[in-house]
């Protein structure tokens, strides 16, 4: 069974930047395309970015494009979602989540994360 905990949340400033880190264990990262959702208080969970297996293909949200950076450390099994220029509507709990296939692009995935709260002030 496949684990994911997030990390890396909290409270910034708008402007301000903020990494989140996501950790797996139970399966190798190396064998698993890797995904950022989000969901915002009253709002449906959406995408936010993704990688695929061997890292060679990336995805974003048009409104976070050039200013999140996705990136994978298989040696760690560690996924990263680098979040820069933060705005107030990024305010969400952030969730890792992790499919093993090799095709690219996907839409579902299998496994979840907890989620971490990213709260983005004004």
């Known amino acids: 069974q496949v684990q994911l905990v997030e990390s890396g949340g909290g409270l910034v400033q708008a402007g301000g930047s903020l990494r989140l880190s996501c950790a797996a264990s139970g399966r190798a990262l190396s064998l698993m395309a890797m995904a950022w959702f989000r969901q915002a208080p009253g709002k449906e969970r959406e995408f936010v970015a993704g990688?695929?297996?061997?890292?060679?293909?990336?995805d974003y949200k048009g409104s976070v494009k050039g200013r999140f950076t996705i990136s994978r450390d298989d040696t760690k099994n560690t996924v990263y979602l680098q979040m820069n220029s933060l705005e107030p509507e990024d305010t969400a709990v952030y969730y890792c989540t992790a499919r093993s296939t090799s095709s690219w692009p996907i839409r579902s995935y299998d496994y979840w994360g907890q989620g971490t709260q990213v709260t983005v002030s004004s």
């Open positions: 990688i695929s297996r061997n890292g060679g293909y990336t």
